[in-house]
């Protein structure tokens, strides 16, 4: 049976209109800015948020501010205090870990699956994406280097081909990006060996040495967790002698 072509054109004509997004509304491009506020450091862990001066900041009203709260307290990103407010969120030792352990999950998934369905791909943008931070960190521009390691983890699930696996991560690539950047602060060091681990990781994909990739990128989180703790406890240390210095 003949189908007739103005019916075909018809159908052409939904599927192109079906591919049209919509644009980010006010309340998700005030969360973008908020969280990507958050990520970079320009609020600290734990600080409080005040919406009235984000509100001013962003030249907005409170009420799309209060919504973007609303849908990164559901993120993990904030948190709500009654009677006291809005802060950014902070970690225990044990959430750290928990944390952590679900990064690993999820990108060792990722990559195992995107170097089965798009190797080359991954190891050209794992190798662009390094060598952007070469430049980032030999010009010490630290907002860039942040901003591109974010780049280097994402870019696994980019090329996985699994949504349900990037949707996860979502979850929580934000809270490791801001302890990211609390890590950057606290302990430099373990930025320089973060560097290194990324090229380690790069140059296995290029050569298809999946065990190698895997077995870096554990140590990479796992040092993660262990330099967070050991900050934490650094600035606990720190403010108890100060504690102790207002006595005398």
Excluded: W
């Excluded at 958050?38 to 001066?53: D, F, K, M, T, W």
């Amino acid at each position: 049976m003949d189908t007739d072509p103005r019916a075909l054109q018809a159908i052409e004509q939904r599927n192109t209109v079906a591919k049209i997004e919509k644009p980010k509304s006010l309340n998700q491009l005030v969360a973008d800015r908020l969280r990507q506020a958050i990520v970079s450091g320009i609020y600290g862990l734990g600080e409080p948020l005040s919406e009235s001066r984000i509100a001013a900041d962003l030249g907005t009203g409170k009420g799309p501010v209060r919504r973007a709260i609303v849908q990164l307290q559901m993120e993990g990103v904030v948190r709500v205090v009654p009677q006291s407010g809005t802060f950014v969120f902070t970690l225990g030792a044990n959430e750290i870990e928990k944390l952590n352990e679900s990064r690993f999950i999820l990108e060792e998934a990722a990559l195992k699956l995107a170097m089965s369905k798009n190797r080359e791909r991954l190891a050209a943008r794992l190798a662009e994406v390094y060598g952007a931070m070469v430049r980032a960190k030999k010009k010490g521009d630290v907002r860039a280097y942040l901003s591109l390691d974010i780049e280097f983890h994402a870019a696994l699930f980019a090329h996985c081909e699994n949504s349900y696996l990037a949707d996860a991560y979502g979850l929580v690539s934000a809270k490791s990006a801001a302890l990211r950047t609390h890590l950057l602060s606290f302990k430099p060091k373990h930025t320089g060996l973060s560097f290194d681990e990324h090229a380690i990781i790069s140059q296995a994909v290029m050569e298809g040495n999946l065990k190698l990739a895997i077995k870096t990128l554990k140590t990479h989180i796992d040092r993660a967790t262990n330099a967070y703790n050991q900050s934490v406890a650094d600035i606990a240390a720190f403010d108890r002698g100060n504690d102790k210095e207002s006595v005398r």
